[in-house]
């Protein structure tokens, strides 16, 4: 077993893990900082997959009063305000230090201007993009940055299994890690801990994020001890490719698509949008587009695969392959040409709101442990914007990298890690290579995504939500039988084992939470309480692990500090009935 001692480990090499990085390092480059994925640096993560692009205010008519009225008007007004607040007004900095310091060149228009696209949600077109890939932009020219700053090394397949912590101080002194690779597990002693590593939508059968996805800094923060709220809160995004068999199955169709003018359709080829919500059509948000889907496809009105057709053909095929080749691209990977002919889609799993609560500095309740991106929440609040999601992961990012760096300088911080807790916590992960019969954690993956997708989706009631709440503490006594054959080198078996363990935590967290919501707010729908309460549910669920291992929940009214949501115009919550 390897022991490496840092100042600071970065988990997860997306947009809030680089960020974090590159702004530890521009605050004191004599830091020793390690970059840890699970994948490879620079080319996993989900911010390398976003297409459409980054909100923010840059244009004179544009202001941050609107931007932050979009947000919390958009999130069902539960957002923890001084977040939402804060990415609004950090966001024009991290565009302009995308541009002049990592070399990200977005789109102009004709008068060099940065070019602004339509996002669904929003009253300005605020989107910044580069072509309909802007992730793949972004998550380049951060990781070609790190080549100039030799203070940081980035370790890939090296992934996280818990973080070690100073019980009697309650803080972060260190983390458990495995290279993949060797199978060996690595001990870092470090002084402060940046988790970044993205949420756990692949609990679901339709799911948009990449493949190594599976909530590993949520649980790692839950058994911790961290506090978590909105856990009930998953975008669903209303255009996910249908591949049947594919792995490309659930990859997003850009959001771009819909607010350039394209039309959704059901199998008797009416835009069904006008039956939702007539006056935005397709440009409604996200929440509302992908339950009208859901509705249309479970009343008997789905495509063969069981979705609807977004069709942008009507813009013109020449239009269509300059404003979107890399969707043109991704539907001719599976025979469809988006240039000219309808495609079938479904609402995928997108996006946690939820996470772990922090501050407007990402600090969470353990010192020292610092959380940022899709791994923490408030900000966001029942819904997500779409351009939002990147705008986070860079604004936090670039905050946790600063906050970390200066509480590592200014302490003299003697990290020990208790031999015992490390012991304990290998003893748990190996246990399925004793087991010479077992469970297979690949089978139990696919229960789970059946599970939580008819009981825990896009529409939810009372029952089904109980049933799951009991299937899902089944699936934790299998993945505690997990039986695993072969060396610990390269165990994909084993992997999926670390994987599947990890997303039952959470996904109980989504569960008890979404049961215990009794009303229908953004992404939350609950057949069995179709309206949106403020008066009982403008509130916060907060969830803690209790001393059995269940999910401890609260509720707490929202905190409006800087201004009342129903003051905000048009602040309502349409839902999906007819």
Known sequence: MEHVKADILVLGSGGAGLFAAHHAADQNPNLKIIVSSKGLVGKSGCTRMVQGGYNVVIHPDDSIEK??????????????????????????????????????????????????????????????????????????????????????????????????????????????????????????QCKAVIVGTGGAATMYKIATPSLEKAGDGMAMCYRAGTEFLDMEMMQFHPTGLLAENSRLNGGVLEEGLRGAGGYLINSHGERFMKNYDPDRMERSTRDRVSRAAYMEIMEGRGTPLEGVYIDVSHLGKENVLRMFPGMVERCRDVGKDLSIEPVEISPAAHFQMGGVK?????????????????????????????????????????????????????????????????????????????????????????????????????????????????????????????????????????????????????SKMVASASLIRTESRGSHYRQDYPEINDEDWLSNIYITESETGEPHLRVEKTNQTHIDVREIEGYQTITVSK
Not at 90 to 111: C, H, S, Y
């Open 67 to 188: 931007h932050f009225k979009d947000t919390i008007k958009g999130g069902g007004g539960i957002n923890d305000q001084k977040m939402a607040w804060t990415l609004v007004n950090d966001a024009p900095k991290r565009i302009r230090e995308l541009e002049t310091k990592m070399g990200v060149f977005f789109d102009r228009n004709e008068d060099g201007t940065v070019h602004q696209k339509p996002f669904a949600g929003q009253s300005f077109d605020r989107t910044v993009h580069k072509g309909d890939l802007t992730g793949i932009e972004i998550i380049s020219r951060l990781r070609d940055q790190l080549f100039a700053k030799p203070s940081v090394v980035c370790w890939d397949e090296v992934r996280a299994i818990d973080l070690l912590i100073d019980e009697e101080n309650c803080r972060v002194v260190g983390c458990l890690m495995i290279n993949m690779r060797s199978g060996e597990f690595i001990v870092i």
């Open 358 to 506: 922090v501050s407007v500095n990402c600090e969470s309740n353990i010192e020292g442990l610092y959380v940022a991106g899709e791994d923490a929440g408030g900000v966001h609040g029942a819904n997500r914007l779409g351009g939002n999601g990147v705008c986070d992961s860079t604004v936090f990012g670039a905050r946790a990298g600063d906050a970390a760096a200066s509480y590592v300088s200014e302490r003299d911080i003697n990290a020990k890690i208790s031999n015992q807790q490390v012991h304990s916590i290998i003893e748990e992960v190996i246990a399925p290579f004793s087991r010479l019969e077992g469970e297979n954690p690949f089978y139990i993956r696919n229960d789970l995504k059946e599970l939580m997708w008819n009981n825990v989706g896009l529409v939810r009631n009372g029952k089904d939500l109980e049933t799951a709440i009991n299937e899902l503490s089944l699936l934790e006594e299998r993945v505690n039988c997990v039986s695993v054959k072969g060396p610990k080198k390269y165990n994909l078996t084993w992997q999926e084992f670390l994987n599947v363990r990890n997303l039952v935590t959470v």
